[in-house]
């Protein structure tokens, strides 16, 4: 599987990125936001960082890059599109993924590892992992607060688009394990065919052992496992 | 022509921010006070003297960049031509 991974400026989690998806197997190469042929790739991956500075509200600049009109594209086509953090909110202002990221409840920069939980294995995000698996991965951002107006995330609800929770490490989801507000103690959120999703937690630092962790490769499996099989 | 944008964030929608400022009145002794909510002001200036054809560009710009429609709503008011 080829992947295209977006580097906007101010971006700064795309060696990251690179790295962990070539841990699964996949062939990554970085491609710049001015880019305006994504021909040649079968998914594509939206980084951490700030891009364009975060300027106005996080992603609403990076969503007018040249490169988003191709990951919109891809989008279409079906194939695997994920958002990280920063990703996560580009694909958000975009209106490829619903609702919005805003403020941490507490106001407080987040930067410690957490506990999500597995609710459905029907995304990109989750397809290699198991209903109900915990996954320890780092939690880095101030807008992680997963939000969207009230009918919507219903909506997002009842058809099983909040593909990850936080949760303890016992998979219990309630008030004491939401550490930024979401609703829904969202943690990953996807589109309603499953090939578009986001998340606030970074896997890609999660993707070997001398990390501490390397349960966010479930995640990465997940997206390749993803590929449109007439592309790969 | 000078525009000056006011983008608010919908009731429905939380506000982290205010809610700290607010605290931070209440703290201060300001106990009555409710409801504080941080909005944003944008002004700019448009090369165009027909204020309804500026009021048109400037929403098309609301909508698709300087307001979230997921979130925001906003308002222009068109000022005296620069």
């Given at each position: ?6 580097v ?34 079968d ?41 990280i ?72 609800e ?27 103690n969202?943690?990953?959120v ?16 999660a ?26 | ?44 200036t ?37």
């Amino acid at each position: 599987m080829r992947v295209a991974v977006v580097v906007f400026p101010g971006t700064n989690c795309e060696y990251d990125a690179l790295h962990a998806l070539s841990a699964v197997g996949a062939e990554a190469e970085l491609a710049w936001h001015r880019e305006t042929d994504l021909s040649g790739a079968d998914g594509v991956v939206l980084p951490g960082g700030f891009a364009h500075g975060d300027y106005l509200r996080t992603g609403a600049i990076a969503r007018f890059s040249p490169v988003m009109a191709e990951v919109e594209r891809l989008a279409d086509d079906g194939a695997p599109v994920l958002g990280i953090c920063n990703g996560f909110q580009i694909l958000c202002e975009a209106g490829l993924l619903p609702g919005v990221l805003l403020q941490n409840r507490g106001l407080r920069f987040i930067c410690r590892p957490v506990d999500v939980r597995v609710e459905s294995t029907g995304s990109i995000l989750t397809r290699a992992a198991t209903v109900g698996q915990t996954l320890r991965i780092p939690l880095n951002s101030y807008e992680g607060n997963y939000t969207a107006p009230a009918a919507e995330f219903s909506a997002i609800e009842a058809k099983h688009q909040v593909v990850l929770r936080y949760s303890d490490r016992a998979g219990v989801v309630d008030g004491s394990t939401n550490p930024n507000g979401s609703m829904g103690n969202a943690a990953g959120v996807a589109n309603e065919s499953g090939n578009v999703a986001g998340l606030m937690p970074h896997p890609e630092r999660a993707s070997e052992r001398i990390l501490g962790s390397r349960d966010g490769l479930v995640v990465f499996e997940s997206f390749v496992a993803s590929a449109i099989p007439a592309h790969v | 022509m000078r525009v000056r944008v006011t983008i608010t964030r919908r009731d429905e929608i939380a506000d982290p921010q205010g809610a700290a400022v607010e605290r931070g009145l209440r703290d201060l002794g300001f106990g009555d006070v409710t409801g504080v909510r941080i909005n944003r002001i944008i002004d700019l200036t448009v090369d165009d003297d027909d204020e309804a054809a500026v009021e048109a560009q400037v929403a098309e710009m609301c909508q698709k960049l300087l307001a979230n429609p997921v979130m925001e709503d906003f308002a222009i008011s068109v000022g005296t031509p620069a």
